[in-house]
């Protein structure tokens, strides 16, 4: 599935219309393409939304159920996921000019659609509530950390903000509840090699660095626990989660590190994963303004 600027479609709520495209094969129909490429999907669906017309060719013209199949042409689609949870917090915009929107993501907000997440993610939200349907991501957070994100307003100076992370001029401070380790000297800095590893997860493996991060204590607290303060270097996948439970001091509520944990029928969203994205700051290629934006969430565990 890929989503295409030039589609037939107009965004709806938010959500960009997807595509797919039609490869030469046997197939007799539409439908009998796609529910073999989508077996995954629960059974009737394609053929349910084939019936409404909401699949459409590169003219806007709605496919039936026995379309016959014509192979090098893409159809477009809304993409959408059945009893879509609502993650029940807000997403306050912290600032926001002609170039960016700068907001404050709360746990369990994904950052783009994917998956199971389509109309409750920041994008989506942003696009429709602000009337910005050209609005991108200049980076992103994983859906179970919080704090500070940018987006772009204009696709045309998304790349000028991109290089900004590229030549990692754009400082980052996190903050994370984890296990003390009073064992090691603070600030301490983590360096390791990170791969791909099992499924979509991380792993550290020896050989020449690609990761930093430094490690502070802000304070001691109660249970066995400290909350740190995170200054990535570099900006691999999963980098803080990996270096942390690397450390032998996993995030608190962390379900993908040390150890993958079996996934939920639905989120608790009362064990939010204790990790925030505090700080952003940067020189902005555009205006030459100086920017510096900080989170007004809390970690749950860091104020008891």
Known sequence: MERSSSAPLPMRDGVAPSRVFLPPGPWRTVLEYL????????????RRRLARGDIVDAAGRAQG???????NQWLWYYREVENEPIVPFDLPVLY???????????????????????????LTRLRRDLSLPALSPIHRLDRETAGIMVLCAEPAHRGAYQTLFQRREVVKVYEAVAPWRGDLDFPHRHRSRMVDGYEFLMTEVAGEPNSETTVECIRV????????RLHPTTGRKHQLRVHLSGLGMPIVHDELYPDLQPQRAADDFERPLQLLARSLSFTDPLSGRRHQFHSQRRLALASV
Do not use: M, N
């Open 35 to 46: 529910e073999s490429r989508y077996h995954h999907l629960p059974e009737g669906l394609l």
């Open 65 to 71: 159920v026995e379309e016959p199949y014509v192979a």
């Open 96 to 122: 926001a000019d002609d170039h960016i929107v700068v907001v404050d993501k709360p746990h369990f907000l994904a950052s783009t659609p994917a998956g199971r997440h389509v109309r409750e993610t920041v």
């Open 221 to 228: 607290l109660e249970q066995g626990l400290a909350l740190y």
